[in-house]
C-alpha cells in the first residue's frame, strides 16, 4: 500500500511540474494545463499522507 | 492526563526550554534541509516578488542581489547561528535570560510577539486574496491601506478565525500538511515562473534573459509611492529580511538540534528555493499582469497565482499561507505566554490570532511588506549582536558573561540600553537621516556590539567598586 501511494506521489509531482513544460514549449494548452495541475495537486495530497511523516 | 493527551496532540513539542539539549536528541542535516525549504516557501513569497517590480529593478540587479544576498544569510547562519547554538545548545530565549535578566527577556518577548502577530496578519492577508477569487470581493490595491470593503473585512474575518481556531486547536494537523505540501509547493512555485514567461512570450530557455530584461525586471521607474531598488537594496533585502533569525539569534533555538554547526548549510534551501527562486517567478507573473494590464497594479496573490495555474495555483497560495500562519501564530502566542504564564496557551493562541487578524484586515502591512520585514530584523537584531559579544568575546573585553544569571539581576542595563539605543539611532537615521530601512541594519548590529561592551565594562566596573 505504502509502496503504491509512494508511486502515486512521484507521479503526481512528475504531473505538477510537466505540463507547465510542456506549456512553455508550445506542445500543450494553458486550460489542459491548469486540469493537469489539479489532477496532480489532488492525487499529491489524496496520496503522501499514506506514506509521509507516518 | 486526558489533558496531557489533548497536549501532546496539539501542540508543537517545546522540550530541553531551560536545559541544554543532550546528545540522543540531536538532528541529522536532512532535518533542517526539509525545515527551512518549507518555511521560506510561504504565501509571502507571493506578495514580495511582485513588490521588487514596483520599485522598477533591474534583471541584473534582482538577480545577482538575491543570489549574492542570499549566500550573505547562509553564511550568516554557518558563521554566527550555528556555532553558538551547537555549543550551547540552549534555546535564544534561555541564552537572552542568563545574559540579560529575566525583566528585559520578558520586554524582548513583548516586541517578538507583536511582530509575529503583524506577520501573521500578512500570511492571512495573502489568503484572504485566494479566497476572495472564489467570492469576486472588492480586493485591495497596491497603495491601499486601510480595508477597502466590507467583503474584504468579512473574507479577512473568515480566514483569520479559520488559521486562528486550528493554530489553537489542530497545530499538529496543519504541520504535517507543511511537511507533506512542501515538495508540491515547490513545484507549483516554479510551474508560476515558467507559465508567466511563456505568456510573455518567452519560447525558450535562451531568449529567457534578453526578453527578461525588456519584460519583466526592466528597471525603469518604480511604481508611484515605491522607492527605486538598486543591486544594494536587492542584496541587503535578501541578507537582512530573516535578520532576526540569524545575526538576531532566534534561530539558536532551532540550531540547538544540529549535531554539527555547518548542517546551517541547510538554511540555503530555504534561500534558495524560496527567497530565490520562488520571488523570481512571483515576480514574473507581476509582469504578466503589468504587461496584460498596464492599469492594474494591484498586488494580489490569489489572482496572480490562479490566472498562471488556476485552482491548484489557487490551493497552493492558500496552504502556502496557511501552513506558514499557523507556526507564526503559535510562535507570537508562545512569546506572549511567557509573559504571562499562567494564561492557557489555547486562550493566548486564540487572542493572538484575533489580533493577527485584524492586523490582517489592512493591507498596508502586505502591500508595505519589504519595509515591514526590514522593521521586523531591525527591532531584534541588537540582542543578537548582545548574544555573540557575551559568548565569544566577554573575556577578551574583560567583562563577565551570563551577567545577569550571575549577578541575579532582573534587567542587564548593558543589554538593555545596547538594545534601545542602536533601535533609537538606527530609526532615527531611516527617518531624519533619508537612508532607507534596508541599510541601517548591518552598522546597527556592530553598534549594538560596541555598546554592549562599553556598557557591560563600565556598569561591572561600577557593581565591583560598590
Known amino acids: 500500500m505504502k509502496r503504491a501511494a509512494r508511486i502515486v506521489s512521484m507521479v503526481s509531482l512528475v504531473g505538477t511540474i510537466l505540463p507547465p513544460l510542456l506549456f512553455f514549449t508550445g506542445q500543450m494548452d494553458l486550460d489542459a494545463t491548469k486540469l493537469w495541475m489539479l489532477v496532480s495537486t489532488v492525487s499529491w495530497f489524496a496520496a503522501t499522507p499514506v506514506w509521509m511523516d507516518r | 492526563m486526558a489533558e496531557d493527551t489533548e497536549t501532546r496532540q496539539t501542540e508543537p513539542v517545546d522540550e530541553y526550554e531551560r536545559e541544554p539539549v543532550p546528545a540522543k536528541a540531536w538532528l541529522g542535516f536532512r532535518?533542517?534541509?526539509g525545515q527551512y525549504a518549507g518555511e521560506h516557501t510561504a504565501g509571502t513569497e507571493l506578495m514580495i516578488g511582485p513588490l521588487f517590480i514596483a520599485s522598477g529593478v533591474s534583471a541584473i540587479d534582482l538577480v545577482a542581489?538575491?543570489?549574492?544576498?542570499?549566500?550573505?544569510?547562509?553564511?550568516?547562519?554557518?558563521?554566527?547561528?550555528?556555532?553558538?547554538?551547537?555549543?550551547?545548545?540552549?534555546?535564544?530565549?534561555?541564552?537572552?535570560?542568563?545574559?540579560?535578566?529575566?525583566?528585559?527577556?520578558?520586554?524582548?518577548?513583548?516586541?517578538?510577539?507583536?511582530?509575529?502577530?503583524?506577520?501573521?496578519?500578512?500570511?492571512?492577508?495573502?489568503?484572504?486574496?485566494a479566497a476572495g477569487m472564489w467570492f469576486h470581493i472588492a480586493m485591495p490595491g497596491l497603495n491601499d491601506l486601510y480595508?477597502?470593503?466590507?467583503?474584504?473585512?468579512?473574507?479577512?474575518?473568515?480566514?483569520?478565525?479559520?488559521?486562528?481556531?486550528?493554530?489553537?486547536?489542530?497545530y499538529n494537523v496543519v504541520a504535517r500538511i507543511a511537511n507533506i505540501a512542501a515538495p508540491w509547493m515547490v513545484l507549483v512555485?516554479?510551474?508560476?515562473?515558467?507559465?508567466?514567461?511563456?505568456?510573455?512570450?518567452?519560447?525558450?530557455?535562451?531568449?529567457?534573459?534578453?526578453?527578461?530584461?525588456?519584460?519583466?525586471?526592466?528597471?525603469?521607474?518604480?511604481?508611484a509611492g515605491r522607492a527605486k531598488f538598486t543591486f544594494w537594496h536587492v542584496m541587503f533585502f535578501a541578507w537582512f529580511c530573516n535578520m532576526a533569525?540569524?545575526?538576531?539569534?532566534?534561530?539558536?533555538?532551532?540550531?540547538?538540534?544540529?549535531?554539527?554547526?555547518?548542517?546551517?548549510?541547510?538554511?540555503?534551501?530555504?534561500?534558495?528555493?524560496?527567497?530565490?527562486?520562488?520571488?523570481?517567478?512571483?515576480?514574473?507573473?507581476?509582469?504578466?499582469?503589468?504587461?496584460?494590464?498596464?492599469?492594474?497594479?494591484?498586488?494580489l496573490p490569489g489572482p496572480l497565482a490562479y490566472n498562471a495555474a488556476g485552482i491548484a495555483g489557487l490551493i497552493c497560495v492558500i496552504v502556502a499561507g496557511w501552513t506558514t500562519a499557523n507556526p507564526t501564530i503559535y510562535r507570537a502566542g508562545l512569546a506572549f505566554q511567557a509573559i504571562a504564564?499562567?494564561?492557557?496557551?489555547?486562550?493566548?493562541?486564540?487572542?493572538?490570532?484575533?489580533?493577527?487578524?485584524?492586523?490582517?484586515m489592512f493591507p498596508a502591512i502586505a502591500m508595505k511588506l519589504l519595509d515591514f520585514v526590514a522593521l521586523y530584523g531591525l527591532i531584534l537584531m541588537p540582542m543578537g549582536a548582545v548574544i555573540v559579544v557575551d559568548f565569544w568575546l566577554a573575556k577578551r573585553f574583560g567583562f563577565r558573561s551570563n551577567s545577569a544569571e550571575v549577578s541575579g539581576t532582573g534587567v542587564n542595563w548593558a543589554a538593555g540600553l545596547a538594545w534601545i539605543l542602536t533601535l533609537a539611532g538606527c530609526l532615527a537615521i531611516v527617518s531624519m537621516g533619508g537612508i532607507q530601512i534596508y541599510f541601517v541594519g548591518l552598522p546597527g548590529w556592530f553598534a549594538a556590539a560596541f555598546l554592549f561592551v562599553v556598557f557591560s565594562r563600565l556598569l561591572q566596573r561600577k557593581e565591583v567598586a560598590s
Open chain 2, 189 to 223: 512555485f516554479i510551474a508560476f515562473g515558467i507559465i508567466g514567461a511563456r505568456q510573455l512570450g518567452i519560447q525558450s530557455v535562451g531568449e529567457f534573459w534578453p526578453k527578461a530584461q525588456e519584460l519583466i525586471w526592466t528597471g525603469g521607474a518604480p511604481l
Open chain 2, 245 to 299: 533569525m540569524h545575526i538576531g539569534m532566534a534561530d539558536l533555538s532551532v540550531f540547538r538540534y544540529a549535531r554539527k554547526s555547518w548542517y546551517a548549510v541547510g538554511t540555503a534551501a530555504g534561500m534558495y528555493l524560496g527567497h530565490f527562486i520562488a520571488w523570481l517567478a512571483a515576480s514574473i507573473l507581476y509582469a504578466l499582469q503589468l504587461h496584460t494590464t498596464p492599469g492594474n497594479t494591484d498586488v
Open chain 2, 341 to 360: 504564564p499562567a494564561s492557557s496557551r489555547y486562550r493566548v493562541t486564540l487572542v493572538t490570532g484575533a489580533v493577527a487578524t485584524v492586523a490582517g
Open chain 2, 65 to 129: 542581489g538575491l543570489f549574492i544576498g542570499n549566500l550573505l544569510a547562509v553564511l550568516s547562519w554557518v558563521f554566527l547561528t550555528a556555532p553558538i547554538a551547537t555549543r550551547a545548545r540552549l534555546t535564544l530565549y534561555f541564552q537572552l535570560e542568563k545574559i540579560c535578566g529575566r525583566k528585559l527577556v520578558t520586554l524582548y518577548n513583548l516586541a517578538n510577539g507583536v511582530m509575529f502577530c503583524f506577520l501573521a496578519g500578512a500570511m492571512v492577508t495573502v489568503n484572504a486574496t
Open chain 2, 31 to 33: 532535518s533542517f534541509v
Open chain 2, 147 to 170: 480595508p477597502n470593503s466590507i467583503g474584504w473585512v468579512v473574507t479577512v474575518l473568515a480566514m483569520g478565525a479559520l488559521i486562528t481556531v486550528v493554530a489553537a486547536y489542530g
